[in-house]
């Protein structure tokens, strides 16, 4: 577990690559009751204008805040964390999946003791989670 005297402003965290399959998608409607068939039915989501089923945003998310629950050592030390939805994440249909490519860095130090994390979840070099952010405190 890190601890507070052990960061700096400018501290970046350990990257993650995280790969998102079909199966997780399943497993993820299961679970959020998100059964929209832009996630499981590639002719639906075309008609739509998708390039293919997409990702849950959500599942995304939660993928990505991990980058900041891993480097603090403790899922409860996050106590904020936000994100817009930039981009959908196509997930094709083989045994590879998407590669969502996630790195964070530690962009100030709050009155309460308290660190901004931002968060970067990149899909093909492109952003697919704006103004990601988490507000953590480290012991």
Same mark, same amino acid.
């Given at each position: 577990?890190?601890?507070?005297?052990?960061?700096?402003?400018?501290?970046?965290?350990?990257?993650?690559?995280?790969?998102?399959?079909?199966?997780?998608?399943?497993?993820?409607?299961? +679970?959020?009751?998100?059964?929209?068939?832009?996630?499981?039915?590639? &002719? @639906?989501? /075309?008609? *739509?204008?998708? !390039?293919?089923?997409?990702?849950?945003?959500?599942?995304?998310?939660?993928?990505?805040?991990?980058?900041?629950?891993?480097? +603090?050592?403790?899922?409860?030390?996050?106590?904020?964390?936000?994100? &817009? @939805?930039? /981009?959908? *994440?196509?997930? !094709?249909?083989?045994?590879?999946?998407?590669?969502?490519?996630?790195?964070?860095?530690?962009?100030?130090?709050?009155?309460?003791?308290?660190?901004?994390?931002?968060?970067?979840?990149?899909?093909?070099?492109?952003?697919?989670?704006?103004?990601?952010?988490?507000?953590?405190?480290?012991?």
């Amino acid at each position: 577990m890190i601890r507070a005297s052990e960061v700096s402003v400018g501290d970046e965290l350990p990257p993650l690559s995280l790969r998102i399959t079909r199966a997780d998608l399943v497993r993820y409607a299961g +679970a959020s009751g998100d059964l929209n068939p832009i996630h499981w039915s590639d &002719r @639906f989501a /075309r008609e *739509v204008g998708l !390039p293919g089923v997409i990702a849950h945003g959500m599942l995304t998310m939660g993928l990505a805040g991990r980058i900041v629950t891993q480097w +603090a050592g403790d899922p409860g030390a996050v106590l904020e964390y936000g994100v &817009r @939805f930039g /981009r959908p *994440v196509p997930v !094709p249909d083989d045994d590879e999946g998407a590669l969502v490519e996630v790195t964070g860095k530690v962009t100030k130090v709050l009155e309460d003791g308290t660190f901004k994390v931002n968060v970067t979840a990149s899909f093909e070099g492109k952003s697919v989670l704006g103004g990601a952010s988490a507000r953590v405190r480290l012991p």
